[in-house]
């Protein structure tokens, strides 16, 4: 059993430096490349991953954006207004999924990817309408434009426009559904991505790491690795954190998920069993540790992955 305390620790500044660069891996990864790839030649609707908090209005990559939108890029009310929608939409979206309707009827939605109780990044996507376009709707948007003083032609706008992809609202819905799947399925990567960024640069504290690795469905204390390390407890403690980022209790903790993951695929395999062969002693322990590190339950992840 571990000798330090269970309580979720804090965030330290290694852990934060850990997650923003866990975005940029993630965007570059093959399993975000893939899903991409297949979520926009199946729907026709774009996808991005980015951080939170942008500072300027987000752009698909060229080929996926709505070309209304493409259109209207260079219009400063319509950069300000879809700034302000996105900023709105994400401030909402911190727990889960949220769709908003903009400018011309065009909605956004935004999607948390979050590890544990930590909100990492979004998915996004949009420039969809969810209903059939008319021309009285296109009348109105052209007075705005008129108002706006606006030099868009308004006949290439239009025809853009009308040519907006439209999806059910029902489809739709089951459409964020399948990203909201696949976020979780993220949070889960960067979880492994955050000890794999930890892996420190000192042999003590990597040979620890090694052990702990290879030991972690055993009872393992800190006083006992710290031996491995050649330190003194509260030394090693110390010195732990510094090359990992996070205490010896949440790394281990995070180890011992990761691998719960890989057993969880398995339908015939009960929680309870999976918990005490990770190396968790209850599973109320286990439970809590999963849902710190990738954000809900074991059920939860497990029903998840059977929907895929």
Known sequence: MMTESLKSPPRTAGVKRAEKGVVTLLTESKVYRDYERAFVAGTGLPLLLHAPEMLTVIRYVRKQENPFCTLMADTAQWC?????????????????????KGFAGLCETSVPVRIGENLIAFLQTGQVLLHQPDR????????????????????????????????????????????????????????LLILNQQKPERPEISKACFFIDQHSSDEISLAAVA????????????????ATGVNFVEYVSRVRVGKARDF??????????????VGFQSLSQFNRAFKRVEGCSPREFRAADTTI
């Open 80 to 100: 300000t207004a879809s700034y302000n929608l996105q900023r709105k939409v994400e401030s909402e979206a911190q727990l889960a999924p949220r769709t908003l």
């Open 264 to 277: 969880l695929q398995n339908p015939d395999l009960r929680i309870s069993e999976i918990a005490f062969d």
């Open 136 to 191: 009285s709707q296109f009348e109105a948007i052209a007075r705005i434009l008129a108002a706006w003083g606006s030099q868009v032609d308004l006949k290439v706008a239009e025809e853009a426009w009308f040519n907006s992809r439209v999806i059910a609202p029902r489809q739709y819905e089951a459409l964020i559904h399948l990203i909201d799947i696949f976020a979780h399925n993220l949070a889960s990567c960067g979880n």
């Open 227 to 242: 031996i491995v390390a050649g330190m003194s407890a509260n030394y090693f403690s110390g010195k732990f954190v510094e």
